[in-house]
Structure formats: C-alpha cells, structure tokens
C-alpha cells in the first residue's frame, strides 16, 4: 500500500518527535474517546499563535484546536460553533465570534493569534485576517493540547457531539503573535518558520481510539514548501 496508515484502536505512544510532512491525522467516525494528544514543554504561555488545516462534512459544532489549563478548560480554543459560518476563538474560557466563509469537503487553513500584553485575539480564515479583539490579560498556565475532541475538563469530559471527523494536518503552534507575512506564507504553503511550540514536522503525540495518519489528500497541482517567502516592503 503506496500510502502510510497507522491505524490505532487503543491508546499509543509516540516516544520521539515524528516527522509528518505530507501526512494527516484522519478521524473517521464520531466518538467521544478518538483523540491526539499533543505533547508541548511549555509550561506558561504569555502570547499564542495556532495554525492548522482541515477538512470536514461536519455541519454540527465541533472543535478544531482544544487548549486546556487547570482553570481554564477552554484555555485557547479554535471551535466551529453550531450557527452556520461561525467559528469561536476562547481564551481563558473568554470567547468572541468570528463569521467566516465555512464551507463543506474542502480543505480551509486556520491560524488564530493572541497576547497577554494587550490581551487581544485575532482569527485569520484562509489567509484573511479578521477584526482583533480583547479576549484576556492573564497567562495560560500549564496546557494540554488534544485534537479530535473538545476538552471540558482538564485532558477529559469528551463530547461525541462536539468531536471533529474528517481530516486535519500542519499543525504548528508559537508562543508569539506571529506576522502577518509569516501567517500568509504558510496560508499559501511557502516557507515559513516552524511552530517552536507545536512543530509538525517534529511531533510528539498520543494517539487514543480510532485515528489513522494517512498521506496527505490535496489537489496534484499544489506543491508544498517550494516557493519563495513573501517579502516586506525593504525586500526583506
């Protein structure tokens, strides 16, 4: 078989970062028990970047990034709500809507921003950057990561209603407002610099339950990774 399949029925441990270029993680089927654990060093984050892709059916609210804290188990979190086109960004259980294009069976990219300093979020949907607005000052402190699930409770209390099905790939994290310039680079798939939190060419992870790591399922004539950066306007 050309394609690389993991398929995992109980929990498994990835116990060095794996490189995932070209791969994603596809959950196939509601469950309240199918997840990834994403593994991170930090242990306090004063700024967030978070930008993934996806692709779904789904028509249902369900998450697509879930950052739990022991106060806050919506610690930062990306979550398609159940009103059409609308996908919520949470921080510190605060949370402000975003109306977006949502569209069905097809791949969107999504890179969300926030700081304590000023203490305001921002969503860009497929390479557009939306309103910014305040969300909270105060430092996200001890977080768990999980993909496939929405965590309301510290690493725990899935929801099969509110679990993502389809596929999800180029997930990277930063614990900094990343540019402009750089959220549109990996938007177009050029280069950009790795999540130095969460860096899916070096990911360490727990799979739980149904989930495989398929090659990545794009159009033939789209090349990863190959084009020049966009540049400033000093050309740099």
């Known amino acids: 078989m050309s394609a690389l399949l ?3 029925m109980l929990t498994a441990c990835a116990a060095s970062p794996q490189d995932l270029s070209g791969k994603m993680f596809t959950f ?32 249902r609210a369900h998450g697509l990034f879930s ?10 979190l990306i979550f398609k709500e159940s009103t059409a086109d609308t996908v919520g960004l949470y921080v510190n259980n605060k949370a402000v809507p975003y109306v977006v294009g949502y569209k069905l069976n097809t791949w969107h990219s999504v890179c969300s921003t926030w700081d304590a300093d000023s203490g ?36 725990g209390l899935f929801d099969t209603k509110q679990s993502f ?7 990277h994290m930063w614990n900094y407002v990343l540019s402009p310039c750089e959220i549109q680079n990996y938007v ?42 966009c540049l400033n306007k000093s050309g740099y």
């Open 6 to 8: 993991l398929f995992v």
């Open 28 to 59: 196939p089927q509601e469950t309240n028990t199918a997840s990834v654990k994403l593994n991170i060093a930090t242990h306090n984050l004063d700024a967030v970047t978070v930008c993934l892709r996806f692709f779904t059916d789904l028509q």
């Open 67 to 76: 950052l739990a804290t022991p106060s806050s188990y919506n610690g930062f």
């Open 120 to 155: 305001l979020g921002q969503l860009w949907f497929n390479g557009q950057p939306l309103a910014r607005k305040f969300l909270s000052k105060s430092q996200i402190s001890k977080p768990i990561v999980v993909l496939g699930q929405e965590q309301d409770s510290y690493a």
């Open 165 to 171: 099905t389809g596929m999800m790939a180029d997930v």
């Open 188 to 229: 177009d798939n050029l280069i950009f610099t790795p999540g130095n939190v969460l860096n899916w060419e070096a990911l360490t992870f727990d799979v739980t339950g149904r989930v495989l790591i398929e090659e990545m399922q794009t159009n033939c004539h789209e090349r990863y990774y190959t084009k020049k950066p």
